[in-house]
Nanobody
Framework: VQLQASGGGLVQAGGSLRLNCTAS????????VGWFRRAPGKDREFVAA????????NYADSVKGRFTISRDNAKNSVYLQTDSLQPEDTAVYYC?????????????????WGQGTLVTVSS
């Protein structure tokens, strides 16, 4: 499945952005979807994931309570609402799709990746 991530931008600390992940294939609704990020000089890390049904979610401790993942299967889309952004959230954010039903936090469980969208948080 091909994924398109969008919604990144420049925001001040404390601000919000909504990231979007859209797929062209209808089979997207059968995939769990995760968001990962890579900050400058760091490895790619897990942010959040959601099951194919949307009933189960999984968050990294660093974003729990600030970020919310959701999906609208009628629109073939998954969203990441990012609130209370901090400079340490600056990174390229990637969405990824997995045939597993469980919203894994391990990047090796994901077969398809989008191109990434840049989030920059200024202090």
């Amino acid at each position: 499945v091909q994924l398109q991530a969008s919604g990144g931008g420049l925001v001040q600390a404390g601000g919000s952005l909504r990231l979007n992940c859209t797929a062209s294939e209808r089979t997207f609704i059968n995939y769990a979807v995760g968001w990962f990020r890579r900050a400058p000089g760091k490895d790619r890390e897990f942010v959040a994931a959601i099951s194919f049904s949307g009933r189960t979610t999984n968050y990294a401790d660093s974003v729990k309570g600030r970020f919310t993942i959701s999906r609208d299967n009628a629109k073939n889309s998954v969203y990441l609402q990012t609130d209370s952004l901090q400079p340490e959230d600056t990174a390229v954010y990637y969405c990824a799709a997995s045939r597993n039903s469980w919203p894994s936090r391990f990047r090796y469980d994901y077969e398809s990746w989008g191109q990434g969208t840049l989030v920059t948080v200024s202090s």
